[in-house]
T-cell receptor
Framework: QKEVEQNSGPLSVPEGAIASLNCTYS??????FFWYRQYSGKSPELIMF????GDKEDGRFTAQLNKASQYVSLLIRDSQPSDSATYLC???????????FGAGTRLFVKA | DTEVTQTPKHLVMGMTNKKSLKCEQH?????MYWYKQKAKKPPELMFV???????INESVPSRFSPECPNSSLLNLHLHALQPEDSALYLC?????????????FGSGTQLSVL
C-alpha cells in the first residue's frame, strides 16, 4: 500500500509563531506533492503544491521537498488563529489519476 | 468560475432508499473524482472519470454507482446503503489526470444512513 504519513497532532503554536508541518511518503514514484487545508466540516482547499526538490514560497507559506529523504514539509510564518485547521499532505505519482492523502495534522494557533 | 458545486449538502436516508449525489463543474476540467471521508480520517478515493469514462474504481461496493453524463456533471447513485457508509462524500475535478494535476473540491455532501 502506497502511503503518505503525517503526525496527527494536535500541533499547538502561539499567534505569530512559525508552524512546521511534516509528511513522509513511501512511493518513490511520487512526483507531485500538495498541501490542503481543511476546516472542520468543510472540504479540502489547496494551499500549496511542489514538484521539485527545494523550497517554494507563496506568501506566508513555504513548502519544502526532499525526494531523496521522501520528505515534504509546510512552514506557516506569522501563524494566525484563522490558520487553525487540519492540514492534509497529498501525493500523486508518475501514473497520475490518483491523489493519495495523509491522515492530516491538526493545527491550533492560540491567540 | 472556479467552483465545483455539489448537491445536496446534507442527506439522510434509510437503508432501503435510493438517492443520488450530484456534482457540477464549469472549469473545462476533463477528470472528475469521488472521494469518501469519515470523521478525522483522510479522503479515500472511490472513482475517477477521465473524459467521461470510468478510469478507476477502487473496489467500491456495487451499492455505489457512479455516472458521468457529460464532461461537466458527475453523479453518485446510492442504493441499499449501510450505516457504515455514513460519511462526507467529496467530488473533485482536475484539468487532466496527469501526475501534476491539482484537485479542486466541492463542498461535499454529508450523508447519514439510518
Amino acid at each position: 500500500q502506497k502511503e503518505v504519513e503525517q503526525n496527527s497532532g494536535p500541533l499547538s503554536v502561539p499567534e505569530g509563531a512559525i508552524a512546521s508541518l511534516n509528511c513522509t511518503y513511501s512511493d518513490r514514484g511520487s512526483q507531485s506533492f500538495f498541501w490542503y487545508r481543511q476546516y472542520s466540516g468543510k472540504s479540502p482547499e489547496l494551499i500549496m503544491f511542489i514538484y521539485s526538490n527545494g523550497d517554494k514560497e507563496d506568501g506566508r507559506f513555504t513548502a519544502q521537498l526532499n525526494k531523496a529523504s521522501q520528505y515534504v514539509s509546510l512552514l506557516i510564518r506569522d501563524s494566525q488563529p484563522s490558520d487553525s485547521a487540519t492540514y492534509l499532505c497529498a501525493a500523486r505519482n508518475t501514473g497520475g489519476f490518483k491523489t493519495i492523502f495523509g491522515a492530516g495534522t491538526r493545527l491550533f494557533v492560540k491567540a | 468560475d472556479t467552483e465545483v458545486t455539489q448537491t445536496p449538502k446534507h442527506l439522510v436516508m434509510g437503508m432501503t432508499n435510493k438517492k443520488s449525489l450530484k456534482c457540477e463543474q464549469h472549469m473545462g476540467h476533463r477528470a472528475m473524482y469521488w472521494y469518501k471521508q469519515k470523521a478525522k480520517k483522510p479522503p479515500e478515493l472511490m472513482f475517477v472519470y477521465s473524459y467521461e469514462k470510468l478510469s478507476i474504481n477502487e473496489s467500491v461496493p456495487s451499492r455505489f454507482s457512479p455516472e458521468c453524463p457529460n464532461s461537466s456533471l458527475l453523479n453518485l447513485h446510492l442504493h441499499a446503503l449501510q450505516p457504515e457508509d455514513s460519511a462526507l462524500y467529496l467530488c473533485a475535478s482536475s484539468q487532466e489526470t496527469g501526475w501534476g494535476e491539482k484537485l479542486f473540491f466541492g463542498s461535499g455532501t454529508q450523508l447519514s444512513v439510518l
